[in-house]
């Protein structure tokens, strides 16, 4: 493959992920408060909130995990880091991603207002669910890590990385903070700020 076409291709995947991500987001804050859609979203989260398969000590690691009191003090030391080794596109995209995250979420939960789930809550939480935090900011931060470090280009990374991310979003789920939906919509528009974080280190490809 040239470079020339792998650049267009890499181009391509990009702008598919913003249109999927995108859709998936949109259509899912479409339907999130339709009744079926919303019986159904409850019952299937409750037998994973109920579920004895995990452990509430492991789940909370994962939840701490996405949390961005981790991964906000992480990002600041990659940052300070790569502009340190003058790689000056990766602390962009870092800076992008981190406050990126935040403003958006923060946006979305005064937009939509959606209801947590009425269970017991084995945690902490902000009085607004949709879209997951957690799961957005796991979704765009660790992507972008995966990305930086060329780690994207193993499919044993790869597997991890989904693995990771998948337990962090049902660790939210089965701590009584989520509905699925939430967790899926966070999940898709973590994927969005990720790509569109890392601007920065394409222009410098």
């Given at each position: 493959?040239?470079?020339?076409?792998k650049?267009k291709y890499d181009?391509?995947?990009r702008?598919?992920t913003l249109?999927i991500?995108?859709?998936?987001?949109?259509l899912?804050?479409?339907?999130?408060?339709?009744?079926?859609?919303?019986s159904?979203?409850k019952?299937c989260s409750?037998s994973?909130?109920?579920?004895?398969?995990?452990?509430?000590p492991?789940m909370?690691?994962?939840?701490r995990?996405g949390?961005?009191?981790?991964?906000v003090?992480?990002?600041?030391?990659?940052?300070f880091?790569y502009?340190r080794s003058n790689e000056?596109?990766k602390s962009?995209?870092i800076?992008?991603?981190?406050?990126?995250?935040?403003v958006?979420?923060?946006?979305?939960?005064?937009l939509?207002?959606?209801?947590?789930p009425?269970?017991?809550?084995?945690?902490?939480a902000s009085?607004?669910g949709?879209p997951?935090?957690h799961?957005?900011?796991?979704?765009a931060?660790?992507?972008?890590?995966?990305?930086?470090t060329?780690?994207?280009?193993r499919?044993?990374a790869?597997?991890?990385?989904?693995?990771f991310?998948l337990?962090?979003?049902?660790?939210r789920?089965?701590l009584g903070?989520?509905?699925?939906?939430?967790?899926?919509?966070?999940?898709?528009?973590?994927?969005?700020?990720?790509?569109?974080?890392?601007?920065?280190a394409?222009?410098?490809?």
């Amino acid at each position: 493959m040239t470079f020339r076409t792998k650049k267009k291709y890499d181009s391509s995947s990009r702008l598919f992920t913003l249109l999927i991500s995108g859709l998936i987001f949109v259509l899912l804050t479409a339907v999130r408060n339709n009744e079926l859609f919303y019986s159904l979203d409850k019952r299937c989260s409750g037998s994973i909130y109920r579920t004895k398969t995990f452990s509430n000590p492991v789940m909370l690691l994962f939840s701490r995990l996405g949390s961005g009191f981790f991964t906000v003090p992480l990002g600041v030391m990659l940052y300070f880091s790569y502009k340190r080794s003058n790689e000056m596109y990766k602390s962009k995209s870092i800076l992008l991603n981190v406050i990126g995250i935040r403003v958006l979420n923060f946006l979305f939960k005064q937009l939509f207002k959606r209801k947590p789930p009425e269970w017991e809550r084995l945690v902490e939480a902000s009085k607004y669910g949709y879209p997951s935090a957690h799961t957005m900011n796991a979704a765009a931060f660790y992507s972008l890590l995966l990305f930086l470090t060329g780690l994207w280009k193993r499919v044993w990374a790869g597997w991890i990385y989904a693995l990771f991310i998948l337990m962090i979003g049902l660790s939210r789920v089965k701590l009584g903070i989520h509905y699925i939906a939430d967790i899926v919509a966070g999940l898709a528009a973590g994927l969005f700020v990720h790509v569109l974080s890392m601007i920065p280190a394409h222009r410098k490809g």
